[in-house]
């Protein structure tokens, strides 16, 4: 149920589209519980448009959750990866320096766009053909509340990286 709240987060008040997205139609995952601390290197969550995969652990005594995620998922035109809030706030706080380097032009190609690019265009997400995206999350502290942030690939250990990405291909 957190991470489907997270993931909810994450995407936004596309209502419509996020229904969607959190279609769940299979799950699986390996638990270990000791010590008052449930934990799982597999948890894999998977629906038609998306998959998601996580390592970590959830204490019983506070409630707590710490867990690294990998949300994969289809593009949808005029739904870029752009819109969701996490990324469009570094989106627009980096415009300047993206667009100084080019790598809005490359951006684009995978359907992020910068937030000024984005002014003027239709609302109606149509599925795109273009290739998944896998992006990468900390999801730690109270359960009711957790914190999720961005994590950059190069700043995990390469297991868990190639673990997360495994568990959440399409």
Do not use: C, W
């Amino acid at each position: 149920m957190a991470a489907a709240t997270a993931i909810g987060d994450v995407l936004g008040p596309r209502a419509a589209v996020t229904q969607q997205l959190l279609e769940i139609t299979a799950g699986s995952a390996s638990l270990k519980i000791n010590a008052g601390k449930a934990e799982t290197q597999d948890l894999r969550v998977k629906g038609p448009a998306i998959a998601v995969g996580a390592m970590g652990s959830y204490r019983f005594k506070d409630s707590a959750i710490n867990a690294l995620l990998a949300i994969q998922t289809r593009m949808f035109e005029n739904l870029p990866i752009g819109d969701i809030p996490v990324v469009r706030d570094f989106l627009k706080q980096h415009e300047g320096f993206l667009k100084a380097l080019g790598v809005d032009k490359e951006l684009s190609k995978y359907g992020i766009r910068l937030p000024q690019a984005q002014q003027g265009q239709s609302s109606a997400p149509t599925p795109h053909n273009v290739p998944p995206v896998t992006v990468m999350f900390t999801l730690k502290g109270p359960i009711q509340g957790p914190q999720l942030l961005p994590v950059l690939e190069s700043s995990l250990d390469k297991s868990a990286v190639e673990r997360l990405k495994k568990l959440s291909e399409l």
